[in-house]
C-alpha cells in the first residue's frame, strides 16, 4: 500500500510541477528574445546593463523597482512618467511603437533585471 501511494503522489508532483518547468522556459525564451530586441533598438545607446552600453540611464536593477506594467509604459508613452519624476533626464526618452510580441519580449527581459 505505501509504495501505491508513493507512485501517486509522485505521479501528481510530477504533473503539477510539469508547467512550472514549461513556464520557467517560456519566460527564458523570451527574456532572449527581448535581449534581441534592446540590441536591434539600439537601446543601449542610452542605456546600460551589467556595464555596457551608455551610462546616462542604467537598467539594472529595475525589475525590482517598476512592474511589467510600468516598464510597458515607459517604452511606449514615456512622457507622462517623465513628468513624475523629480529631476528631469538630460535627454527625453523617445516613444517606441513595436510588434507585440517584441514589446513583451523587450519588457520581460527589462523586468528581468533585477538586483
Keep these: 500500500m505505501k509504495r501505491f501511494v508513493s ?4 505521479t501528481v508532483f510530477a504533473t503539477v510541477a510539469l508547467p512550472a518547468v514549461v513556464s520557467t522556459q517560456g519566460d527564458k525564451d523570451k527574456i532572449e528574445a527581448g535581449k534581441k530586441v534592446y540590441a536591434a533598438q539600439k537601446c543601449s545607446t542610452c542605456h ?3 556595464g555596457t552600453g551608455s551610462k546616462m540611464a542604467p537598467l539594472d536593477g529595475v525589475g525590482s523597482k517598476l512592474t511589467a506594467a510600468e516598464i510597458k509604459a515607459w517604452i511606449t508613452n514615456p512622457d ?3 513628468e513624475k519624476l523629480a529631476t528631469k533626464p538630460k535627454i527625453k526618452m523617445k516613444k517606441y511603437t513595436l510588434p507585440d510580441a517584441e514589446l513583451e519580449a523587450l519588457v520581460a527581459y527589462v523586468a ?3 538586483k
Excluded at 7 to 10: N, S
Design 80 to 82: 507622462p512618467l517623465t
Design 7 to 10: 507512485v501517486t503522489i509522485a
Design 112 to 114: 528581468s533585471l533585477k
Design 48 to 50: 546600460s546593463v551589467a
